[in-house]
């Protein structure tokens, strides 16, 4: 392994958001803030997700996740365009990298950038609501889990995406309406049967439903599902990612 | 003898339909200063790209200093340094930092990486925009960081595509001593060109690439002497006729330029143009250049 290619190549990803935090992290946080702010206030009267949990309790740690999963993903997918349509993907595809140095090192970078989001989320429903938690490293695992999901589904839209527009169909059409229909605002045993089955095919589902297992020690799902799935669907987008950067599908000709 | 820097065995690329390299056998021998010469589309950029692992050959084998360039990609990447034919911008890092990213990529680190950096900025003379963006450099400075940031792993073969395209007089010229002074120092070196008196001053052995296929590869000296023509200037007052007007190649202000068979004399020509009652003031010979000899090769259905 080429540690150091793979340890200088995280860095940069990190401080390229990092160096626009105002876009990358605060501006996020505010968004989804935002949603806590008008549905937390609106239907908190109205809903009981979870037995004894009341609604904006139960919102913070779906809006800290959907948060994550959206900026692990923006993360990676939005630094591969960027460097496919500025030309200096080149150097990387120059240097001494192996497709899973590159990929690990993309991953990381997402995770992290999807952990600092989640985590000011979770800071300000901490303060603001008093939410708390049961089992931390249940959390924790489903944050670096989703995160690296996310991040993994960024780098496949990264890749296989050839302009800005093909990047924004995958994120307005896939992520964003899957993260969304998660579990995120709701327990799906809110829904009518048929919507309750049909969130059982979505992969996100799992992630909000495991990482608020950690919170409330409740799910929709047993949590040993959740995680068989979560990590299953890591395997899955990690093999294809893998398989995408070994063969040089839309970066190497 | 030593193993060639760069070999290329049965090399072919196709895209859809159309075959961009056509299985090109080629040795580049270590040390040499190599032309790799070609019209738009002939292929060059093709062969590089797949030398340097951004293009996969549909078949063949390239080694770089004895390297698969597919197989054991991490040496072959090592050994080669490339100056991409396009510019490139890269928002987010200045040009110091771009350099320390190429660097650690490469695994390298630390005081003497950090020596070599500043030196490689001084002898491009970037050392006053170390800390600027890329955004905020010319298109002469663009190019000179590409220089930096293939060298700085110290490659033992260094490809130059298409260095000066776009880039003025005074800068041309300092690339081109910078690159015989890594020449010197024992670097490989590989040029892509179409300015082919630079190829003919620089290169020691040249390729000539046409429709993806290899039409020669030779010493310069050699690749020179097989120019099938010579050019002669005749200088002076009247009108040629008859087969002698057959042999103008073109018309100059106070005379013509004749294009005649390598190995046939001058006094023939002096007889024609005398029979012509042309004053002859004066004579030139024009020696082969390399202009001549690639169009001769690549014209077309050579």
């Known amino acids: 392994m080429n540690w150091r290619g793979l340890w200088t190549l995280f860095m940069k990803e990190s401080r390229r958001f990092l160096s626009v935090a105002v876009q990358t992290l605060f501006a996020p946080v505010v968004t989804t803030l935002l949603y806590l702010l008008v549905f937390g206030q609106l239907l908190d009267e109205e809903s009981v997700a979870f037995r004894g949990v009341d609604y904006a309790h139960f919102l913070v740690p779906g809006l800290a996740m959907m948060a994550l999963m959206q900026n692990a993903f923006a993360n990676s997918s939005s630094s591969l365009i960027q460097s496919k349509m500025h030309g200096n993907i080149v150097f990387l595809l120059l240097a001494p990298l192996s497709p899973l140095e590159i990929y690990l090192a993309f991953l990381g970078s997402a995770v992290l950038r999807g952990l600092l989001v989640g985590l000011m989320v979770f800071l300000v429903g901490w303060l603001g609501y008093g939410v708390s938690w049961q089992a931390p490293g249940w959390i924790l695992l489903f944050a670096v889990l989703s995160g690296a999901v996310m991040g993994g589904l960024g780098i496949m839209a990264g890749i296989l995406s050839e302009k800005y527009d093909h990047l924004a169909a995958f994120q307005n059409f896939i992520v964003v309406p899957l993260t969304f229909l998660s579990g995120v605002f709701y327990s799906i045993h809110q829904l009518p049967p048929v919507w309750q089955q049909a969130s059982h095919f979505n992969p996100f589902f799992y992630m909000v439903d495991g990482f608020r297992y950690g919170f409330f020690q409740q799910s929709d799902v047993p949590l040993g599902v959740s995680l068989s799935v979560t990590f299953g669907f890591l395997a899955l987008v990690s093999a294809i990612n893998l398989w995408l950067l070994v063969k040089g599908v839309k970066i190497r000709h | 003898m030593s193993a060639p820097a760069v070999e290329f065995q049965g090399v072919a690329k196709r895209y859809g339909d159309l075959w961009a390299l056509k299985g090109i056998d080629l040795a580049i021998p270590q040390g040499s200063f190599y032309g790799l010469l070609g019209h738009n589309g002939a292929g060059k950029s093709t062969l590089i790209n797949a030398m340097a692992g951004l293009v996969t050959p549909t078949r063949g084998r390239i080694r770089v200093m004895g390297h698969d360039v597919q197989r054991n990609y ?17 928002p987010f ?14 695994g390298l680190h630390g005081r003497r990486q950090r020596a070599w950096l500043d030196e490689l900025l001084e002898r491009l003379s970037l050392t006053d925009k170390a800390n600027v963006k890329t955004h905020q450099l010319s298109g002469g400075m663009k190019r000179r960081l590409l220089i930096a940031l293939a060298l700085v792993h110290h490659p033992e073969v260094l490809v130059l595509d298409e260095p000066t395209a776009g880039v003025d007089v005074a800068l041309r010229r300092s690339l081109w001593t910078f690159a015989r002074e890594l020449h010197a120092g024992g670097m490989t070196i590989i040029l892509t060109t179409h300015y082919l008196e630079e190829a003919e001053s620089l290169c020691d052995r040249i390729a000539i690439i046409h429709r993806g296929e290899l039409v020669v590869e030779a010493d310069k000296a050699e690749l020179l002497a097989r120019s099938p023509w010579k050019h002669v200037e005749i200088i002076g007052r009247g ?15 106070d005379g013509w330029r004749f294009r005649l068979p390598r190995e046939a004399g001058l006094g023939a020509l002096l007889d024609q143009a005398r029979a012509c009652g042309i004053e002859i003031e004066d004579l030139r010979v024009i020696e082969p250049d390399l202009e001549q000899v690639f169009l001769s090769l690549t014209e077309e259905g050579a």
């Open chain 2, 239 to 253: 009108e040629p006729s008859g087969a002698l007007a057959g042999q103008v190649c073109e018309r100059l202000a």
């Open chain 2, 74 to 90: 991490r040496a072959s990447r090592r050994a080669l340094g490339v100056v991409p034919q396009e510019l490139i911008d890269e």
């Open chain 2, 93 to 106: 890092f200045s040009v110091r930092e771009l350099l320390e990213l190429q660097s650690g990529y490469f």
